[in-house]
């Protein structure tokens, strides 16, 4: 009695469910993205973030080159070259590789953190020429002094590095990636 009365319940209940099941067949397609559309903002959004990796970089490679500078106690111009490099490798794996925007990205960025680097090393020069916090110089002195410092800093050979490594930056990125090559 108590098996009949299990199989009684067992059939009631999947007579229940069974309206309730749907098949894929029964739902109605819905408009979706197209795959089109869905590789544009996924190539957009990679390249906004290889934009913001990029000059976040920037600003720390420059800022690491002042560091190991004052560390080592001499002119590192040859970090120029690894910054530029850095930076390709970076818009390169963002979806620049190729592209007259890649190109630009990675010398404006590759001078940018040398002109940064240059900045910070004649803001700290000053600093302890005058004895003052490296914050404090920051704020005190102008584009002009800061510039005059670096005049003097930098020599024709350090200058020479720092725009070679630029042109390597914008030539390594300019060509096209792995894909584009594989679909010639």
């Known amino acids: 009695m108590h098996d009949t009365l299990q199989t009684a319940r067992r059939r009631a209940l999947s007579s229940a469910i069974r309206p309730l099941t749907i098949s894929v067949f029964d739902v109605p397609s819905l408009p979706g993205p197209s795959p089109v559309s869905t590789i544009r903002s996924a190539t957009s959004a990679s390249r906004g973030l290889g ?36 930076l390709t490798a970076v818009l390169r794996a963002h979806g620049y ?18 002109f940064y680097a240059q900045y910070l090393l004649a803001t700290a020069q000053i600093a302890s020429l005058l004895g003052l916090p490296m914050g404090t110089a920051l704020t005190r002195i102008g584009p002009d002094m800061a510039l005059a410092v670096i005049g003097t800093r930098v020599g024709a050979w350090d200058a020479a590095l720092m725009v070679g490594s630029a042109a390597v930056a914008g030539v390594l990125t300019s060509r096209p990636g792995r894909a584009a090559t594989r679909e010639r």
């Open 97 to 114: 590789a190729g592209t007259a925007a890649g190109t630009i990205l990675a010398v404006v960025c590759t001078l940018a953190a040398c």
């Open 51 to 86: 934009l913001a990796t990029a000059l976040m970089c920037t600003l720390a490679a420059g800022a690491v080159w002042c560091v190991l500078t004052l560390y080592a106690g001499r002119d590192l111009s040859v970090l120029a070259v690894a910054i530029a490099l850095v």
